[in-house]
């Protein structure tokens, strides 16, 4: 069973910056999608970002594109998070997820297609 650590989380202001890292406990992550998501107090856990095995293709949730760059060194086992211009709608446990079919063509976005969910990583965006 692969195991998905994320790090990277803290207190930041309103227009800082933070890189959350996503590492995989095994070489089980270079043939799956890789995403990211968030889940805010008293919300819904929701879609932030997916980056496809290949690292070519990837996707973004429109409240995040343009200030989110999800990259991955599948060398590391690692995927990251690039929040640049945090809002403080931003803030929440992000949490990163393995697909659960490998070599999948399209890069999925849904809750329900991910497994291996790691513990989360708290941000904290003040104003």
């Known amino acids: 069973q692969v195991q998905l650590v994320e790090s990277g989380g803290g207190l930041v202001q309103v227009g800082g910056s933070l890189r959350l890292s996503c590492a995989a406990s095994?070489?089980?992550?270079?043939?799956?999608?890789i995403g990211w998501f968030r889940q805010a107090p008293g919300k819904e856990r929701e879609f932030v970002a997916a980056?496809?095995?290949?690292?070519?293709?990837?996707s973004y949730a429109n409240s995040v594109k343009g200030r989110f760059t999800i990259s991955r060194d599948n060398a590391k086992n690692t995927v990251y998070l690039q929040m640049n211009s945090l809002k403080a709608e931003d803030t929440a446990v992000y949490y990163c997820?393995?697909?659960?079919?490998?070599?999948?063509?399209?890069?999925?976005?849904?809750?329900?297609?991910?497994?291996?969910w790691g513990q989360g990583t708290q941000v904290t965006v003040s104003s």
């Open positions: 997820a393995r697909d659960l079919t490998p070599w999948r063509s399209q890069v999925i976005t849904t809750r329900r297609d991910f497994g291996s």
């Open positions: 095994e070489r089980t992550v270079s043939g799956y999608t």
């Open positions: 980056i496809r095995w290949g690292g070519g293709v990837t």
